[in-house]
T-cell receptor, first 112, second 116 residues
């Protein structure tokens, strides 16, 4: 079963607007990561946030983590057409028998 | 550095045929992973390896075998392909520090496999 579930499944915004994606997970984690996937390509790592961190920034990206609610959000500010991609959260469950569980992704479309 | 490479990029098999997908990384990473990606399903971990000579099952290991004879290579085998194995397969690798559980994964470009 999928540990991470992204919300919304699809998002369409205008260039310059902010995009917010959410990820919920089920079990305790060591860390949570966000990845981007352009159509037909492999995933590219964006940012990692550890379970003892609450917020992290990287350029136009801001990630928050609420371990009490088992949720994370990814905010992309001042979006660009090049941000059009699918975004996935991935959790490293601290008690699972295997590594990394990916969510089903949010498809972001930024309109120029 | 080439990063993570996968061969082949595309493949069409008939039901019952076998094949091996090759993943290679030149980053001296200890951890390597095989995932499959199906529409609407996200990525699911098939098998992974925490070092040369070791392998472990992931979320969906049935119908697949793996080997890690060399640190830089991770092979995924399908002994008897089934239409349900039609998917895009991604390999990834990561460098884990001593004391850390896992770290950032670097992905290959994927292999698109169709089983007729």
């Amino acid at each position: 079963s999928q540990q991470g579930e992204e919300d919304p499944q699809a998002l369409s915004i205008q260039e310059g607007e902010n995009a917010t994606m959410n990820c919920s997970y089920k079990t305790s984690i060591n860390n949570l990561q966000w990845y981007r996937q352009n159509s037909g390509r492999g995933l590219v790592h964006l940012i990692l946030i550890r379970s003892n961190e609450r917020e992290k920034h990287s350029g136009r990206l801001r990630v928050t983590l609420d371990t009490s609610k088992k949720s994370s959000s990814l905010l992309i500010t001042a979006s660009r057409a090049a941000d059009t991609a699918s975004y996935f959260c991935a959790t490293d469950p601290s008690k699972a028998p295997y590594k990394y569980i990916f969510g089903t992704g949010t498809r972001l479309k930024v309109l120029a | 550095n080439a990063g993570v490479t996968q061969t082949p990029k595309f493949r069409v098999l008939k039901t019952g045929q076998s094949m091996t997908l090759l993943c290679a990384q030149d980053m001296n990473h200890e951890y390597m992973y095989w995932y499959r990606q199906d529409p609407g399903m996200g990525l699911r971990l098939i098998h992974y390896s925490v070092g040369e000579g070791t392998t472990a099952k992931g979320e969906v290991p049935d119908g697949y075998n793996v080997s890690r004879l060399k640190k830089q290579n991770f092979l995924l085998g399908l002994e008897s392909a089934a239409p349900s194995q039609t998917s895009v397969y991604f390999c990834a690798s990561s460098y884990s520090l001593v004391g850390e559980v896992t770290d950032t994964q670097y992905f290959g470009p994927g292999t698109r496999l169709t089983v007729l």
